[in-house]
């Protein structure tokens, strides 16, 4: 496994493409996925979505606090429904945090790791990170939904 360097804002135009589909699930992207997990984890975020790490391809990975990584390609909203405000951050946006509103919850279907296909149901900050996370694979930043410069804080040191 290897830790992947992160494409920071606003230096990578590969964070503002949208991203390809994945046609095959081989070695390559087992990998990619395994490589993708170790960097979310040595950043400390709870997601990561291919285009971070240079990659243009429908792919992301997530890890709830206290929960096992995982990953989902291809990914496609089935439902989202209601409202949350939430504070969010970005491993692509370092030393910054944003109050903007997500999904109180969703329905998502892809395919895992395997390449099997699964239908995620989930609200509250895992309903955040799938919409952050699919956010990405289409070229879009949290920081595209806050309302005013007011929203946008920088981490105090
Ligand atoms: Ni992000």
Redesign the pocket.
């Known amino acids: 496994m290897a830790i992947l360097p992160i494409c920071h804002y606003p230096d990578d135009s590969v964070l503002r493409q949208k991203a390809k589909r994945v046609s095959s699930i081989d070695s390559s992207i087992q990998r990619l996925i395994n490589d993708m997990v170790e960097t979310m984890q040595q950043a400390n ?1 709870v ?3 291919a285009p ?1 790490i240079g990659v243009s391809l429908r792919l992301a990975v997530l890890q709830m606090p206290g929960e096992e990584p995982m990953a989902i390609i291809n990914p496609q909203f089935v439902k989202r429904s209601g409202e949350q405000e939430v504070t ?6 370092p030393g910054y945090f944003g109050q903007i509103k997500r999904s109180a919850s969703v329905v998502v279907k892809g395919l895992d790791s395997e390449g099997k296909a699964i239908r995620i149901k989930a609200s509250g900050l895992m309903a955040e990170a799938l919409e ?2 699919i ?2 694979l289409n070229g879009i ?2 920081i595209d939904h806050i309302e005013s410069q007011d929203e946008l804080h920088e981490v105090e040191a």
């Open positions: 975020g997601g990561l979505a971070q969010e951050g970005c491993l692509s946006i952050h996370e956010d990405h930043l949290y």
